[in-house]
């Protein structure tokens, strides 16, 4: 079986070892990082800037811990080359692991010629593949609106700003979605004055309206300005900063924007029509289970997808496509799904939430057990110094199987696995809650919410 792969980002990587591992011959043709987008502008650098701003904010509360510390300050270098050497860390970690499964990778930009064979541009010239299974895993870019022109300086898009070359003083954020909201914290904490576009009457429109309503509760209590209801129309930059127009008339002035609405699937020039694949403008138009396109040995995974655009999703769809790819689903195959997916918002506090969520539930009109543990019910949370947040699980109160589970705290992300583990295996509460956790840990909160 010869697999040719073009993109290496999480989706790459992830079916490149796999299919190694089950005995394909694999080549991974990566234009740029080998991890990917994820890795160099999105996953990895938003949140090492994330830990930045969160060890500035904690120095904050050390008052209360009985410590006293003098003023910190910010150096941009150091931030900077932080960021970028976990970056090379990860991508060296990366090209290990392909090489000891004896991927071959191949530096370069690739393209479908025709459907059995790939075309790799490189700085040596041209090299052809052949190839039984193709997977196009490109991932995807943010969305430019027409309005606005970024210039890496002032008008900012989520790539310039790992920093960006000076600290915004007053940072308006168009986009109210995960990613804007992650910038909000980040830049809040490292000291800017925040304006949020949001284009609805909640931010997070696709979350929980009670868990959306901590997170505004602590911009609000933050400082940050936020314009709901409001759509941006324009942006001009000025000799000062930025003004940002919205449709109802409000207009919002900063030292720099930055736009999050959102992003594009990198198709242009991968040869997807060119190799039969059926197109509804830049996505992909049919696409099974196995995430194989309408010619069958073609698959897509990842951002390019159009399915959920997660890093954690990318690799799954990765590493199910190479086991479909060497014949895998034939015998017991558990199927990716979707609703199954943990996510996580890093802001303050920590947002995560897992399967079917309580307001979901009751829009369709299903019978579910909702129990909700706060944090400050836990020792741990006091000892931390910290007890906001809940845990909140969501449960068939016929058979005490767990649907799903929403946490809002510290450690949020790291906390929901064990919700996720729950959903994925139809584990029920009585499992978790029989489960002899370590104390004091904040843990103990998902277990008391499985009582
Ligand atoms: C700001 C931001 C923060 C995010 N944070 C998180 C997070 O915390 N957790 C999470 O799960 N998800 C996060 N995401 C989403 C996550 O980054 C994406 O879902 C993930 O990167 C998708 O992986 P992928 O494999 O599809 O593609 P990518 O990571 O986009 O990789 C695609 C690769 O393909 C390469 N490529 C493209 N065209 C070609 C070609 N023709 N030839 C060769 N190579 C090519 C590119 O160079 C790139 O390296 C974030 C997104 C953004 C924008």
């Keep these: 079986m010869r697999f040719v792969i073009i993109g290496g980002g999480p989706a790459g990587v992830q079916a490149a070892t796999t299919a190694a591992r089950l005995g394909a011959e694999v080549v991974l043709i990566e234009r740029d990082v080998v991890g990917g987008a994820a890795h160099l502008w999105d996953c990895i650098p938003s949140k090492a800037m994330i830990a930045t701003g969160d060890r500035l904010d904690e120095i904050a509360e050390f008052r209360g811990m ?57 700085a040596e010239g041209g090299r052809s593949f052949l190839a039984d ?23 900012l898009t989520t790539r310039d700003a790992y920093p960006p070359p000076s600290l915004p003083d007053h940072l308006v954020v168009v986009g109210s979605g995960v990613t804007g909201v992650e910038f909000v914290h980040m830049f809040v904490n490292l000291g800017a004055r925040v304006t949020l576009i949001v284009s609805r009457q909640q931010v997070l429109p696709s979350k929980d309206p009670e868990v959306a309503a901590v997170l505004e509760e602590n911009f609000l209590a933050r400082g940050v300005q936020l314009y709901k209801g409001a759509r941006a129309i324009d942006l001009d930059r000025t000799d000062e900063g930025v003004v940002v127009r919205c449709d109802d008339g409000r207009v919002a002035t900063g030292s720099h924007a930055l736009l999050a609405i959102g992003s594009l699937p990198n198709v242009e020039g991968v040869g997807l029509a060119e190799a039969g694949v059926h197109m509804d403008g830049s996505w992909v138009a049919e696409l099974d289970h196995h995430m194989r396109t309408n010619v069958p040995h073609i698959y897509v995974a990842g951002d390019v997808s159009g399915k959920l655009p997660l890093s954690s999703v990318a690799s799954m769809q990765g590493r199910k496509i190479a086991e479909h790819v060497m014949g895998l689903h034939k015998v017991d195959h558990r199927h990716l799904d979707y609703e199954k997916a943990a996510s996580a918002i890093f802001t303050d506090p920590e947002i995560a939430d897992v399967g079917l969520a309580e307001a979901d539930a009751f829009a369709e009109g299903r019978k579910v057990r909702v129990t909700k543990v706060p944090f400050a019910s836990t020792a741990r949370a006091l000892i ?68």
Excluded: Y
């Design 66 to 122: 009985g410590l006293t510390v003098g003023a910190a300050s910010i150096d941009l270098d150091v931030i900077r080359a932080r960021v970028t050497g976990i970056t090379e860390l990860l991508e060296s970690h990366n090209l290990r692991l392909l090489e000891s499964q004896g991927v071959e990778v191949v530096r370069g930009s690739g393209r479908l010629v025709d459907q059995h064979t790939v075309a790799a541009t490189t």
């Design 133 to 155: 299974a193709v997977m196009v895993s490109t991932g995807s870019r943010p969305r430019i609106p027409e309005w606005a022109e970024p210039d890496g300086d002032r008008v």
């Design 384 to 451: 931390n110094g910290d007890s906001r947040g809940f845990v909140k699980i969501v449960s068939d109160p016929a058979t005490g199987v767990i649907l799903g589970g929403s946490i809002v705290g510290r450690q949020a992300s790291e906390l929901i696995s064990v919700i996720a583990v729950a959903v994925t295996n139809g584990l029920r509460t009585s499992d978790l809650a029989e489960s002899i956790l370590v104390h004091p840990a904040l843990a103990e909160a998902l277990s008391d919410a499985a009582e």
